[in-house]
C-alpha cells in the first residue's frame, strides 16, 4: 500500500477513534496523523498491520501525560 493511502486511511481510523478534530495545543489531527502516518508506514512490521490497527494503536496513548 501506497503512503498516500496509508496516511488516508490511518487519519479516517484515528479521527473516528477520537472524536475530533483538533487537540488541545490547537494542533489539527490531520497533520499530526500526516506526520505520525508517515513513521509507521516506514516500519515494514507496522506497515503490515495496516494503518487502522496502528492508528488504534496511536490513539490509546492520546491523552496520556
Do not use: I
Not at 497533520?31 to 490509546?60: F, I, T
Amino acid at each position: 500500500m501506497e503512503l498516500e493511502e496509508f496516511t488516508r486511511r490511518f487519519t479516517a481510523e484515528a479521527k473516528r477513534l477520537a472524536g475530533f478534530d483538533t487537540f488541545d495545543d490547537g494542533q489539527s489531527v490531520d497533520e499530526y496523523c500526516k506526520e505520525v502516518a508517515a513513521n509507521y508506514h516506514a516500519d515494514p512490521l507496522y506497515r503490515n498491520d495496516g494503518p487502522e490497527a496502528c492508528a488504534e494503536s496511536d490513539v490509546s496513548y492520546w491523552g496520556e501525560e
